[in-house]
């Protein structure tokens, strides 16, 4: 399988300020990539050297196999939504698909078909954009990702605005784009969301990645607790099956994996009244726990490029 997205050794510096510090990672076809880290981690930076908008110092990134300037027509092959907010507040939602649409030489049907997807109105598209509500602003955006068809999607924050209802439209469309055999790269500081949704992780601290994988592997790390009537003869099970065990507050830890240890106290004949991570909080405590050290909140990347513009 070729990855759609190869980042390598990417960096970005700002002054004597380094904003991205050596990042590789890539984003493979048919699954969603989920790109978390705390505000100022370096996520925004990254979007931005991915589509063109901001040069890199050191590291390449490619789309489909080359940079994204080196594609012919990039909004036939790559959607990107960085800021929802950055579309022209003067025209009507309907005016900036149609020009998007013929800039990429697409059919004027197009147009509807896309409204229709990301369910905006009639009366809504007549609207001029500065009068849509941040939820919408994120509608028409996806809408204008979508438009030419693409392969692969790059979205920043992309449910910024949408209540719980559009939350769960957002997770169904892009988890369908990627059952289809697209590629999702998707930013967001939503962490269940992220968890709901993504197939695989990366996490960016202080301009760094310090962990990558699928959800499974990484939710796995943080090893597993479960609890029995007896946690001595849980424990022994455990450890007939190779596991390493140890026993507190009446609940048994290992590093191994929830399927592993629930197969292995089954095997044995145990049932178990409590299987969990061992952290007890999944996906979030692991973020937080892995980007402790990132002291960045009150420095932004767009903050950075505006500085830098």
Same mark, same amino acid.
């Given at each position: ?211 990558? @994988? ?7 790390? $943080?090893? =597993?607790?479960? %609890?029995? &009537? !007896?946690? *001595?003869? +849980? ?26 240890? @629930? ?7 145990? $049932?178990? =009244?409590?299987? %969990?991570? &061992? !952290?007890? *909080?999944? +996906? ?26």
């Amino acid at each position: 399988m070729t990855a759609m997205i190869t980042i390598d050794s990417l960096t970005k510096k700002y002054g004597a300020f380094t904003a991205v510090d050596e990042v590789t990672f890539t984003a493979e076809p048919g699954r969603v990539t989920g790109f978390l880290g705390p505000n100022g981690a370096g996520k925004s930076t990254t979007m931005r050297v991915m589509v063109g908008l901001t040069e890199p110092t050191s590291g390449h990134v490619h789309v489909l196999g080359r940079p994204f300037g080196a594609l012919p027509n990039p909004g036939r092959e790559v959607g990107v939504l960085l800021d929802a907010s950055a579309q022209h507040a003067g025209r009507t939602g309907r005016e900036i698909l149609t020009i998007a649409a013929r800039t990429m030489g697409l059919p004027k049907g197009r147009v509807d078909e896309m409204l229709e997807r990301v369910s905006l109105t009639e009366e809504e598209a007549g609207r001029r954009v500065r009068n849509y509500s941040l939820g919408m602003r994120q509608r028409l955006g996806i809408a204008t990702a979508l438009l030419g068809d693409p392969e692969v999607l790059i979205l920043d924050e992309p449910a910024n605005g949408l209540d719980p209802a559009g939350i769960r439209w957002m997770r169904d469309l892009l988890r369908g784009f990627g059952d289809q055999g697209g590629t999702v790269l998707l930013s967001s500081h939503l962490l269940h969301e992220i968890e709901v949704i993504a197939d695989d992780i990366v996490v960016i601290g202080n301009g760094r990645i310090v962990a990558g @994988g699928t959800k499974e592997e990484l939710l796995a790390s $943080a090893g =597993t607790l479960a %609890r029995a &009537a !007896d946690p *001595a003869v +849980l424990s022994r099970a455990l450890e007939a099956a190779g596991l390493v065990t140890s026993i507190a507050d009446g609940a048994v830890f290992t590093d191994a994996d929830l399927t592993t240890v @629930g197969r292995a106290a089954f095997a044995a004949g145990i $049932a178990l =009244t409590e299987l %969990r991570t &061992a !952290d007890g *909080a999944g +996906l979030e405590e692991m973020f937080l726990e892995l980007t402790a050290e990132s002291q960045r909140d009150a420095v932004t990347d767009n903050k950075l490029e505006g500085a830098a513009a």
